[in-house]
């Protein structure tokens, strides 16, 4: 059975967007930890979707802006 929103998988709240697009980062059972643009939260994977290509690509230069200003892996 395929892991709903596995490690890795770019992802949005299905029922707000105050999070902004996000990245996930670990999985435990049914929950997700995810390093949302604005947050890191652990979110059930059913209150989650798949993120669009736009989301995705925001989501890709945050953690690209990041890893540049920080260093690291982001």
């Given at each position: 059975?395929?892991?709903?929103?596995g490690q890795?998988?770019?992802v949005?709240?299905?029922?707000?967007?105050?999070?902004?697009?996000?990245?996930?980062i670990?999985v435990?059972g049914?929950l997700?930890r995810v390093r949302?643009?604005?947050f890191?939260?652990?979110?059930?994977?059913?209150?989650?979707?798949?993120?669009?290509?736009?989301?995705?690509e925001?989501?890709?230069?945050?953690?690209?802006q990041?890893?540049k200003r920080y260093?690291g892996?982001?």
């Amino acid at each position: 059975m395929a892991t709903l929103h596995g490690q890795g998988a770019y992802v949005a709240h299905t029922g707000t967007d105050v999070y902004g697009p996000g990245k996930v980062i670990g999985v435990e059972g049914e929950l997700r930890r995810v390093r949302f643009v604005y947050f890191v939260a652990t979110v059930s994977a059913y209150d989650l979707r798949a993120a669009s290509l736009e989301e995705a690509e925001r989501v890709k230069e945050w953690l690209r802006q990041k890893a540049k200003r920080y260093g690291g892996r982001w």
